[in-house]
Every structure is written in structure tokens, then in C-alpha cells.
């Protein structure tokens, strides 16, 4: 019995790394969900992101603006205005860790 319980305990190790090791790196994340509207340089020059007059992040002025809580939050549950989504919520496909290195790269994106 005690075999069974360390293969079972070993299974969910490996499982649990399997998953952790498939997070996306910031940059793999940034090109697949956000360099559409934000553009692949964060200035937002993309059709989309003049559309919705996105903001310019390598900006400083902009950058020294923006909370990385507020940026979270809008990563984690999107941004609506006037009730119209603006930006899907990417909280079921990013973990807190892929939100917060979104956030670093953004950052670095700051002429």
C-alpha cells in the first residue's frame, strides 16, 4: 500500500512540474496575446491599437502613469468601457506568474 501511495504522490510531482514547466515565457505571451493591439514594440501602431487609441508604453510619461496592480488587473479580468470590451480577460489562460512577467516586459518596453 505504501508503494501505491509514493507512485501516486511521484505522479503528481511530475504532473504538477509538467504544468509549471509549460508556462509561456513573457515574450511567447506578449506576441501571441497582446503584439495584435499593442504592436510587437509596445506603441500600440498597430490598425487595432489606433483604434482604440492605445496607449504609447514606451512612453515614459506613460510608463511613470501605469500601476503595475492596475496593469494586473486588466491583464488578469480585461478592460470594458461603456460596457464594450476593450480587452480580454486573460485570467483563465495566464497563471499570477505569466500576469507579473507581462508586467516586467511591459516595463522594459520604456524608452
Partial sequence: MKSTTRILALSL???A??????????AENWENLCA???GADGK????IG???NLKDYTDAKVQAEMKDADMVKAISAGVSE???ERMKAYKDELSAAEIDEL????????A
Avoid at 500600440?44 to 490598425?47: I, S
Avoid at 508586467?103 to 520604456?110: C, D, G, S
Fill in 13 to 15: 510531482t511530475f504532473a
Fill in 17 to 26: 512540474a509538467a504544468a509549471i514547466s509549460q508556462a509561456a515565457p513573457a
Fill in 36 to 38: 495584435r493591439c499593442h
Fill in 44 to 47: 500600440g501602431q498597430t490598425k
Fill in 50 to 52: 489606433k483604434k482604440l
Fill in 82 to 84: 461603456n460596457g464594450k
Fill in 103 to 110: 508586467v516586467a516586459l511591459v516595463r522594459k518596453f520604456k
